[in-house]
């Protein structure tokens, strides 16, 4: 088994992750709470996880927080299939704020 991570800092992390756990529930299997989903793909497990101010508390307007995504599958080439399933949807849901996923393989 192979893990990853990566995290991007923005204001509607609440809402990029609420966009893709609902996108993604279309197709695989999908456990969502306000602040993390977990995705079963065939190929591989995600989680994103939310961290930061609340969108439910009175925050500044561009208090920043973080998507924390960590993915594991079975071998390398999966592995890249769920990190460019994952940022090309991202790019898709992101257009007026561009955000890129920095991918880290962990131990």
Do not use: N
């Not at 279309?26 to 930061?52: D, N, T």
Request: with cysteine; charged share 15%; aromatic share 6%.
């Amino acid at each position: 088994m192979i893990h990853s991570q990566a995290s991007v800092a923005t204001t509607m992390a609440e809402q990029y992750l609420f966009k893709l756990a609902k996108h993604f529930a279309k197709k695989v299997p999908v456990h969502q709470q306000p602040r993390l989903a977990s995705i079963e793909f065939e190929f591989g497990h995600c989680v994103l996880e939310v961290q930061g101010p609340s969108g439910d508390a009175p925050v500044p307007p561009q208090a920043q927080q973080t998507l924390h995504v960590r993915c594991h599958s079975a071998d390398a080439q999966q592995l890249a299939r769920l990190h460019s399933v994952l940022e090309s949807h991202l790019a898709l849901m992101t257009r007026r704020e561009p955000l890129q996923l920095h991918w880290e393989t962990l131990a």
